[in-house]
């Protein structure tokens, strides 16, 4: 059995740091047997320096680790024996079209033929009295113990491919396994020593986590599971760790700047919050003095909003782009949607102009996509010239003609929607201006405070008060006329419901087929006595709009709709849900869905639709029908499918950084976050000599293509 003995550190005489061996950046020719072709194909797996071996972690492994002798085999076992070859020989089959090599070894215990098909120069390889070891899976063929095309190894020679855990590396073409295990063994076992740790040692030891040199060699060849285990702890610290400080750093570089001082006295405070149609919850309370001491703190604002559907996150961007206002300043205000877009707008409206709001009616403007070109040169104009205060839209906001003449305040809605280039873009609008993001995708804290370090966040907990539970109920195919009669029975009582339809196929226009069709034969089969609107994604922007206008003003009761609807949209008479063919939908999805009713004082309704019978034991129906708890559902969501679908496209980015670390290990992440954390405030430039190989790991790590984190 290979035994690795542990790495040991370069020692540092004087306390003087060594910087990382120069030798790891050395191109791949360097290495005995590797020419510039064997680099430009390694090179398409990433691995282009030495140094880069060192991190091309393998895929999987298969531990081979198990030494038996052969009269104890059984059949399905994945194992190691070690043999000498009694017969060996090839021959051709098929008409010559493929050939198998045939050897049966013996330990002494019994014997074991192994099958080795279209590798006819096996024949000078495998030769009777050589002792080989061989790992895989044991067979069955013709009642007798087979191993077929196992991995195989001279014993004399130290086991790298047999008799341990061995490692699995992702391939290009015309890379093999074995050629990419032989060099990484060769480059991991000489280098992975030499390293000096970028940890600082109290780092490591506070936190309990292997040294660098010792987790690189386990990554590779891992002596035992557990060793693995500890490796991978180390490494997937080491990312959360450099996460962490890089946001902590880009916080520090975004408040190095100022940003503009926008006072408001308390009385202007509460008159506004007086004429509001209900009462703020405390919660809403908290979230909009979190962003009132942002806005006289002297530094941008760069604050995440985070409050589960229906928490009334929208009052407070209009509240807090009303005390930008106060000075003459611009906010906007971008939705993902046109269709979110235009209620923001209308809800700015009611609360900003009507009446006597503080805005003038041609003050407040949208700008979509749709918005006619003879109206969007007018709003280009009035944006550059200051005259247009607020301005809610979609990407619409981030085209070149809008240039603003004083914009100091911006929100972006449903963030996850949006990529990172957007947000930027946004900003990059104005100078240094106050930014809110807002989601509903509500995330455990230590999560948060990881994907967004670089954030202040504020957390709305707490639903408008009257709010009812949602009853969510799992209805199977057969009992749709239960859930139709539902809807009737609501809508007789005054109320409106949704009916969605999914996904079902990577095209809109197929979704918008369906969805029509449905919408006829609801229509026409189901409610002939109703009114049966149609939203889908194919529609023009002006149309969409019109429909959800329409459907708010009750000018229709049922709403059909593919998932066009998921985000924001808010329609409080609104109170049954049903959803067709729900196994489909993700855990967030579906509980954004839900989150469209239950709006208001009225009782509302969940149901939900799988396409089949055995589909209704779908885990994540179950956990909509448990709970109404966005967090809860946010849990859950991570545990089942990970972070990758549950986040956006920010995260994604992230996620694709981290080779080892999974963002659901909460633990983890926690303990990275403190330690960053701690060494953030000792020495926030890390500029102590003695963090000079950390700094560099960190830019290393920060260097790979990514810039802005929020
Ligand atoms: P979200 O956080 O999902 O964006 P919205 O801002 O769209 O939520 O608000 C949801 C609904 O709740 C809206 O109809 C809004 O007018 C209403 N609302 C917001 N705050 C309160 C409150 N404090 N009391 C009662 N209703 C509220
Ligand atoms: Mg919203």
């Known amino acids: 059995v290979n035994r690795q003995k542990p790495g040991h550190a370069e020692s540092r005489p004087g306390g003087v740091t060594s910087k990382r061996p120069i030798a790891l950046n050395a191109s791949l020719t360097v290495l005995a047997g590797v020419g510039p072709k064997h680099a430009a194909m390694l090179s398409r797996l990433g691995i282009k320096t030495l140094g880069d071996f060192l991190y091309n972690f393998p895929r999987r492994y298969d531990d081979y680790s198990a030494l038996k002798p052969i009269r104890e085999l059984f059949y399905g076992q994945v194992v190691t024996v070690i ?11 098929r008409n010559g079209k493929m050939s198998i090599f045939e050897a049966i070894i013996n330990d002494g215990t019994g014997s074991l033929r192994l099958t080795f098909f279209n590798q006819p120069w096996l024949v000078n390889k495998l030769k009777v009295g050589n002792a080989i070891s061989v790992s895989g899976r044991v067979d069955q063929y013709l009642g007798r113990m087979v191993m077929t095309s196992p991995e195989w190894e001279p014993v004399e020679v130290e086991n790298l491919h047999t008799n341990r855990i061995v490692p699995i590396y992702p391939l290009t073409q015309n890379v093999t396994q074995h050629w990419l295990r032989g060099l990484t063994n060769q480059v991991v076992k000489y280098w992975a020593p030499k390293l000096t740790d970028h ?21 590779h060849l891992p002596t035992s599971m557990e060793k693995l285990h500890d490796a991978r702890q180390r ?7 450099f996460l962490q400080l890089g946001a902590l750093r880009q916080k520090r570089d975004w408040q190095s ?4 001082i926008f006072e408001v006295d308390d009385t202007w405070i509460s008159e506004r919050i007086t004429s509001l149609p209900f009462t703020l919850t405390a919660a809403q309370q908290n979230a909009i003095q979190d962003v009132r001491s942002d806005l006289i703190s002297g ?21 807090a782009s009303a005390m930008v206002n106060l000075s003459g300043a611009q906010s906007a205000i971008m939705a993902p949607t046109s269709i979110l877009a235009g209620q923001h707008f209308r ?3 009611s609360l900003l102009v009507d009446g006597n709001g503080p805005l003038k009616p041609g003050q407040l403007r949208l700008l979509v996509g749709d918005t006619p070109e003879g109206e969007k040169q007018e709003i280009y104009s009035g944006i550059s010239s200051g005259a247009i205060r607020i301005v809610i839209g979609t990407h619409a906001l981030i085209e070149d003609p809008v240039s603003f003449a004083d914009l100091q305040f911006i929100v972006v809605d449903e963030q996850h929607r949006f990529g990172v280039e957007q947000r930027a873009s946004l900003r990059s609008k104005g100078t240094n201006p106050h930014l809110l993001v807002m989601t509903a995708t509500p995330i455990p804290r230590s999560l948060a405070l990881t994907l967004y370090g670089d954030l202040d966040l504020s957390v709305m907990d707490e639903l408008p008060p009257g709010r009812q539970m949602i009853p969510t109920h799992i209805l199977l195919p057969g009992e749709r006329e239960r859930a139709y009669s539902l809807i ?10 949704f009916i969605i339809y999914p996904l079902v196929e990577e095209s809109d226009k197929l979704d918008a087929l369906a969805a029509t069709q449905e919408q006829e034969r609801l229509q026409k089969d189901v409610f002939p006595d109703l009114k049966v609107a149609l939203l889908h994604g194919r529609m023009k922007p002006a149309e969409k709009d019109a429909i959800m206008l329409a459907f708010h003003a009750r000018q229709y009761d049922i709403l059909v709709s593919t998932t066009v609807i998921e985000v924001g949209v808010d329609v409080p008479n609104a109170t049954v849900m049903m959803i067709e063919s729900a196994n489909r939908f993700g855990l967030a999805q579906l509980h954004q869905l839900r989150g469209r009713v239950g709006r208001s004082g009225y009782q509302s309704y969940c149901l939900l639709i799988p396409e089949h019978e055995d589909t209704a034991e779908n885990e994540r129906l179950q956990a909509m029908a448990e709970t109404n708890n966005g967090f809860v559902l946010a849990e859950r969501d991570l545990q089942q499918r990970g972070p990758g679908e549950f ?5 994604a980015g992230f996620a694709t950084s981290l080779k080892v670390a999974s963002l659901s290990d909460m633990p983890l992440l926690e303990k990275a976050r403190q330690q960053a954390q701690e060494l953030f405030n000792r020495d926030p430039g890390l500029q102590n000599p003695e963090y000079s190989l950390l700094l560099e790991a960190l830019t290393r790590f920060w260097g790979k293509g990514k810039g802005d984190v929020s």
Do not use: H, W, Y
């Not at 043999?83 to 089959?93: F, K, L, P």
């Not at 909003?305 to 009052?315: E, M, N, P």
């Open 199 to 219: 940890l600082p040692g109290d780092i490591c030891q506070a936190a309990g986590l292997m040294d660098l040199g010792t987790a690189l060699l386990q990554m």
């Open 83 to 93: 043999g000498t070859i009694t017969t060996a020989g090839g021959r051709q089959v």
């Open 647 to 651: 986040l956006g496209t920010r995260q």
């Open 299 to 319: 530094k941008p604002m760069n604050r995440l909003l985070q409050g589960d559907v229906g928490s009334g996150k929208t009052i407070v961007a209009a509240l």
């Open 488 to 497: 009737r029975s609501q809508v007789q009582a005054g109320r409106q419901a």
């Open 257 to 260: 700047v100022p940003g503009r």
């Open 347 to 349: 809800t700015f409206q």
């Open 235 to 241: 490494l997937a610290f080491d990312e959360i760790f």
